[in-house]
């Protein structure tokens, strides 16, 4: 019989809600962002520029939801549109106030990264990514 409590799915998709739910408040109460637009950021930001193809691969999430992420993004002038190197589609680009923001809002990402992984050592979280990159893998087709 199936036990939610040990079924991997369930209890990834629990904790994957959990962060990023604690991620969302503080991103949006701080900085108005909802966690696929401050996705989209982080892509563009590491980027230097991304089409909406790469965004949608390098997020994992749907073609609209980056859509709508990227274009929230380029009304409150964060983001700007541009056309991508092979001159055929757009692609987005940080503007000077989207810097800006990525500037003041990874250094808090990363301070709640280690808040969340301050009870594992280094060793636990080398290993913890190790796992969850093995599992991505084996969850590919």
Same mark, same amino acid.
């Given at each position: 019989?199936?036990?939610?409590?040990?079924?991997?799915?369930?209890?990834?998709?629990?904790?994957?809600? @959990? %962060?990023?739910?604690?991620?969302?408040?503080?991103?949006? @109460?701080?900085?108005? $962002?909802?966690?696929?637009?401050?996705?989209?950021?982080?892509?563009?930001? #590491?980027?230097? #520029?991304?089409?909406?193809?790469?965004? %949608? !691969? !390098?997020? &994992?999430?749907?073609?609209?939801? %980056?859509?709508?992420?990227?274009?929230? $993004?380029?009304?409150?002038?964060?983001?700007?549109?541009?056309?991508?190197?092979?001159?055929?589609?757009?692609?987005?680009?940080?503007? *000077?106030?989207?810097?800006?923001?990525? =500037?003041?809002?990874? *250094?808090?990402?990363? &301070?709640?990264? =280690?808040?969340? $992984?301050?009870?594992?050592?280094?060793?636990?979280? @080398?290993?913890?990514?190790?796992?969850?990159? !093995?599992?991505? &893998?084996?969850?590919? *087709?």
């Amino acid at each position: 019989m199936l036990k939610l409590d040990s079924f991997l799915p369930y209890r990834l998709s629990v904790a994957s809600n @959990a %962060v990023s739910d604690r991620i969302a408040r503080a991103y949006r @109460a701080r900085f108005g $962002l909802r966690i696929p637009e401050w996705r989209v950021l982080a892509v563009t930001a #590491e980027a230097g #520029e991304a089409t909406q193809a790469d965004l %949608v !691969r !390098r997020t &994992a999430m749907d073609k609209m939801t %980056v859509s709508r992420a990227a274009t929230a $993004l380029v009304a409150r002038g964060l983001l700007a549109r541009s056309r991508a190197q092979d001159r055929r589609t757009l692609g987005v680009r940080l503007t *000077p106030e989207g810097q800006a923001l990525y =500037a003041e809002v990874a *250094p808090l990402a990363l &301070a709640m990264e =280690a808040e969340l $992984l301050a009870g594992f050592s280094a060793d636990d979280r @080398a290993r913890l990514m190790a796992l969850l990159a !093995r599992l991505e &893998a084996c969850a590919r *087709p």
